[in-house]
């Protein structure tokens, strides 16, 4: 399925952690995949073989956000993975969250985590992210203070070879 707001045949990696592997590993070894024949974007009728989809429910058989978040939660509840009041305690859009939220916070750059977020603008990102990069502050403050008390003669008054790069592309 193109990713949203793409052409067909426009994909985007993303890591995920050796535990996630180790869960999708024991899902194959316990699960088959279930073929789903669909009209692609350009008119063409299209086979895929998925591991989560809807069967027949309400208008095609690919998976929408809607239909797809609604199999989720039933997942999740089905799991035990509920909160308090027995509702479903994630949705496909708070673990998206809780990925970007994480990479953030913990030093991942915002260009890297708004690639793979699947963002045509690093904007976006920043726009809706952004606030989750407190320690830019403390970093930027802690590299002028060094760059400052250090003699003209070192190499804090050119930026990294890296930091160029992406100053160039901008």
């Given amino acids: 399925m193109p990713l949203k707001h793409r052409t067909e045949g426009e994909y985007r990696d993303v890591p995920v952690a050796p535990f996630v592997e180790q869960e ?8 088959a995949p279930v073929p789903v024949a669909f009209t692609g974007l350009r008119g063409r009728r299209r086979r895929l073989e998925v591991f989560f989809s809807p069967r027949q429910r309400g208008k095609g058989v690919m998976p929408t956000a809607s239909t797809f978040e609604y199999h989720f939660k039933k997942a999740c509840v089905a799991a035990g993975v509920v909160d308090v009041d ?9 673990l998206r969250q809780f990925f970007a939220s994480t990479a953030l916070a913990n030093g991942v750059p915002i260009r890297e985590v708004s690639r793979w977020l699947g963002h045509k603008s690093i904007k ?11 320690e830019a502050w403390g970093r930027c403050r802690d590299v002028m203070q060094r760059c ?8 804090c008054l050119s930026p990294r070879p890296d930091v160029l790069d992406v100053l160039n592309e901008s």
Avoid: N
């Fill in 86 to 94: 027995g509702k479903a305690k994630y949705t496909p859009s708070s």
């Fill in 148 to 155: 400052v008390r250090r003699s003209r003669s070192q190499a």
């Fill in 24 to 31: 999708i590993d024991g899902h194959l070894s316990r699960w």
């Fill in 124 to 134: 976006t990102t920043v726009d809706i992210h952004g606030h989750l990069v407190p």
